[in-house]
């Protein structure tokens, strides 16, 4: 039996994204700190924090509640 060794590393974006491809090249930042004379068996990725896509920008001169 072969013995795996557990890596583990985050990172974090900047600000807000919807960029997949943002996503990606951290990703590729963390993958490119792996030590690439083991085997790898496994690689996971995930994505936390995640919001709603719809934003809208509040008026400081509105005067009306906006209803749902």
């Excluded at 807000?16 to 085997?39: A, G, H, R, S």
Aim: hydrophobic share 30%.
């Amino acid at each position: 039996t072969s013995s795996f060794r557990s890596f583990s590393k985050q990172k974090k974006v900047s600000s807000p994204t919807n960029n997949t491809m943002q996503i990606y090249n951290k990703v590729l930042e963390i993958f490119d700190e792996l030590d690439k004379n083991e085997l790898i068996r496994n690689i996971g990725v995930r994505l936390s924090d995640l919001t709603d896509n719809r934003q809208e920008q509040i008026s400081l001169f509105q005067t009306n509640k906006k209803e749902n």
